[in-house]
């Protein structure tokens, strides 16, 4: 599975985005989700997960700014966040988790920038 990850901007606080993340190759129902973002010198965070059943789950930092969607037929994810902060300038990068036999196996995407202006 490869990932590309889009929608990302400079945007000023309380703007919106919509960040897309176009799979190739077929994503299973039963593949877990997820949005992360990263800064330099930090740890890569998850911002948001949704599982095959649509239940999602939110980073407090982003509760109530954020959603998280997808689209199995179009092997699409999306992520809607609103009420920007310049906290949430970040890389931002798709997640697929997929359970084998020998354990879970993540494909990330290359990543797209949010700069939130102040």
């Known amino acids: 599975v490869q990932l590309q990850a889009s929608g990302g901007g400079l945007v000023q606080t309380g703007g919106s985005l919509r960040l897309s993340c176009a799979a190739s190759?077929?994503?299973?129902?039963?593949?877990?989700m997820g949005w992360y973002r990263q800064v330099p010198g930090k740890q890569r965070e998850v911002v948001a997960t949704i599982l095959s059943g649509g239940t999602a789950r939110y980073a407090d930092s982003v509760k109530g700014r954020a959603t998280i969607s997808r689209d199995n037929s179009k092997s699409m994810l999306y992520l809607q966040m609103n009420s920007l902060r310049p906290e949430d300038t970040a890389v931002y990068y798709c997640?697929?988790?997929?359970?084998?036999?020998?354990?879970?196996?993540?494909?990330w995407g290359q990543g797209t920038q949010v700069t939130v202006s102040s």
């Open positions: 997640n697929v988790g997929r359970t084998f036999v020998s354990g879970r196996y993540d494909y």
């Open positions: 190759g077929t994503i299973y129902s039963t593949d877990a």
